[in-house]
T-cell receptor, first 115, second 119 residues
Framework: AQSVAQPEDQVNVAEGNPLTVKCTYS??????LFWYVQYPNRGLQFLLK??????LVKGSYGFEAEFNKSQTSFHLKKPSALVSDSALYFC?????????????FGTGTRLLVSP | KAGVTQTPRYLIKTRGQQVTLSCSPI?????VSWYQQTPGQGLQFLFE???????NKGNFPGRFSGRQFSNSRSEMNVSTLELGDSALYLC??????????????????FGPGTRLTVL
């Protein structure tokens, strides 16, 4: 079965420092991977996705993620964190070899950026 | 382009009642998916509709149902509400371009959700 793990419930970082939010996946075949962010009382906002090609994917708001097939990871990164980046981040995988739109989500990681 | 809209944003119901939630996808998007978000279970897939047909279903009881209209708008219904149905219900739409691989790579865009509280 397909699954996504986000090993950290919370990540704390000071403003201006680089941030990393970790994600590992378990999918047979080549996965389609996504990162979403959720602010309080809001839906999910799309940040970036990996389908194929370059392992480093650039997304919205200065975020990027690196796909590592050997480590089955898709960590989210940003060179310099902002206080406004504080939110709940979800990694998701779409199982391959299906035409359906189902996403399997991780449990989420709360990012707290301190001034 | 307007984003995904969901109505109502908040609902309070009592056990045993039924509820209908509505979702309007982004213009031109043909696929609509529904997810339930709770603190205990996280984000879970409910079902997906495409061209007025349920294309995929998650592991939820039959009390949860949905439909899609010819204009791609979708509704989901929960009958005989239970306390455990209290959740944020999220709708997502995607373009789902024809062609197997292209459709799979399309991004899902989420609405703001409907917060359902069952008392």
């Amino acid at each position: 079965a397909q699954s996504v793990a986000q090993p950290e419930d919370q990540v704390n970082v000071a403003e201006g420092n680089p941030l990393t939010v970790k994600c590992t996946y378990s999918v047979s075949g080549n996965p389609y991977l996504f990162w979403y962010v959720q602010y309080p009382n809001r839906g999910l906002q799309f940040l970036l996705k990996y389908i194929t090609g370059d392992n480093l994917v650039k997304g919205s708001y200065g975020f990027e993620a690196e796909f590592n097939k050997s480590q089955t990871s898709f960590h989210l990164k940003k060179p310099s964190a902002l206080v406004s980046d504080s939110a709940l981040y979800f990694c998701a995988v779409r199982p391959p070899n299906t035409g359906f739109q189902k996403l399997v989500f991780g449990t989420g990681t709360r990012l707290l950026v301190s001034p | 382009k307007a984003g995904v809209t969901q109505t109502p944003r908040y609902l309070i119901k009592t056990r045993g009642q039924q509820v209908t939630l509505s979702c309007s996808p982004i213009s031109g998007h043909r696929s609509v998916s529904w997810y339930q978000q709770t603190p205990g279970q996280g984000l879970q897939f409910l079902f997906e509709y495409f061209s007025e047909t349920q294309r995929n279903k998650g592991n939820f009881p039959g009390r949860f149902s949905g439909r899609q209209f010819s204009n791609s708008r979708s509704e989901m219904n929960v009958s005989t509400l239970e306390l455990g149905d209290s959740a944020l219900y999220l709708c997502a739409s995607s373009l789902d371009r024809t062609g197997a691989k292209r459709g799979r790579t399309d991004t899902q865009y989420f609405g703001p959700g409907t917060r359902l509280t069952v008392l």
